[in-house]
């Protein structure tokens, strides 16, 4: 089984992949960090050199023809289940979670702004209104995930526990 861990940039998609992965003893894949390692760049370098829509290209291949094993825990990129017809890939290929988070609760989370270049110059008043904004427009693409959390102090006990 596929868990895709889904939500928007900070709400700790990565950290808890890996706590969950770890749990069920299983790998762990974090597509941004493929694409960093697959492309030797950053994501702000390669927004930078290639734009946003080249990126958004990129990332549905990287999700849709990575080597999987049969079990892991996939952390995605925070747009990624907004583009293409990759949250019904991943509905058809997993199970996805979507770690919901409020606004306030993300701007909290969300201090090392230059590895994310949506957000890179903002500060935190810049950033509230950008994620309410922005949230509403991804939002019906997250929900349409098969589990919704509330992510905020989760743990990855919780987190287990609500997969089964
Ligand atoms: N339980 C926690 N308490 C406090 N801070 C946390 C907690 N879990 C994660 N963080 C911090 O919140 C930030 C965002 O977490 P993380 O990088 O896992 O989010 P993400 O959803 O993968 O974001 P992105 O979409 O940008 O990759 C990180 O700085 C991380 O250290
Ligand atoms: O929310 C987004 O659109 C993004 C989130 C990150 O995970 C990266 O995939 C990239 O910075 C874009
Ligand atoms: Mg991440």
């Known amino acids: 089984m596929k868990i895709f861990l889904i939500g928007f940039m900070g709400c700790g998609k990565s950290t808890k992949a890996k706590q969950l992965a770890n749990k069920l003893e299983c790998q762990v894949v974090d597509l941004d960090a493929v694409i960093v390692e697959q492309e030797k760049q950053t994501i702000a370098e390669y927004f930078a050199a290639h734009g946003e829509a080249s990126f958004r290209q990129l990332e549905s291949d990287t999700l849709k023809n990575y080597p999987y094993p049969e079990t ?60 309410i904004k922005k949230l509403e427009e991804r939002d019906p693409f997250y929900t349409k995930a098969q589990l919704i959390i509330n992510a905020f102090d989760l743990d990855a006990e919780t987190l287990e526990e609500k997969l089964n």
């Open 72 to 131: 892991c825990v996939v952390a995605t990129g925070g747009g990624l289940p907004c583009f293409f017809d990759n949250m019904e890939w991943m509905n058809a290929n997993g199970k996805t979670v979507y770690l919901h988070m409020e606004p306030a609760q993300l701007v909290s989370r969300l201090h090392n702004r230059q590895k994310r270049p949506l957000i890179a110059n903002m500060d935190d008043e810049q950033l509230l209104a950008f994620i």
